[in-house]
């Protein structure tokens, strides 16, 4: 089973025609190497991956960013929100979003598995109709003890992508009818 309360605060973010993707990472690695030097409370890391093909991002679908901000539980969340825009780490932040074309948000927390700071592959799929969320769970754990991976499900139906997202070394075989869109990542931080 996942951890005691792990949620993540998930953003996806584009950059603007004009500004280069190298100097984009550069400034969002600035960010998030700022934000885990100078922690806040229940902050337990973050990471950052490239994706392409998340109709919820870049207008459809094009190049964008995938961050998650790993906290304890919810308290942690309004810790995370102020720490985020202030002192020592307001530079970082207002450097990276003054480049940043648009972008959109989530809540998710840990299912099943252990959390992975450099996945290779999103699956982005729902529940089928009918089916209980525990028989649901059951079915999945074993594909995702296989694939070492992490199940997250979206809360309180805050954000855009589908409800569960499985962070994955390798795509791993689920089941047809939950149509998972399969999305390969390139981690940006903290591995490039």
């Known amino acids: 089973m996942a951890e005691a309360q792990s949620l993540a605060y998930v953003f996806w973010h584009w950059r603007r025609p004009n500004v280069s993707a190298a100097d984009y990472e550069a400034r969002q690695r600035a960010f998030h ?5 100078a922690p806040p409370a229940g902050f337990t890391g973050s ?4 994706v392409s ?3 919820w991002a870049a207008a459809g679908g094009g190049d964008a960013y995938e961050d998650w901000y790993l906290v304890r539980d919810y308290a942690a969340l309004g810790e995370l929100n102020a720490a985020a825009v202030a002192a020592p780490r307001a ?6 979003a003054a480049q940043a074309a648009g972008g959109a948000a989530g809540l998710y927390r840990l299912q099943l598995g252990r959390e992975l700071r450099s996945p290779r592959f ?7 109709a009918g089916v209980r969320y525990r028989e649901f769970l059951a079915a999945l754990e074993p594909r995702v003890a296989a694939a070492s991976g992490a199940l997250w499900m979206r809360q309180m139906t805050l ?4 409800e569960f997202c499985l962070h994955a070394a390798e795509p791993v075989d689920l089941p047809p009818n939950v149509g998972a869109l399969v999305l390969p990542l390139r981690p940006a ?3 490039r």
């Open 33 to 37: 190497a700022a934000l885990a030097a």
């Open 47 to 50: 990471f950052s991956v490239a």
């Open 53 to 55: 093909g998340a109709p």
């Open 91 to 96: 530079a970082a932040h207002d450097a990276a």
């Open 122 to 128: 999103a699956h982005h799929f729902s529940k089928p």
């Open 159 to 162: 954000g855009p992508a589908r």
């Open 189 to 191: 931080w903290p591995d």
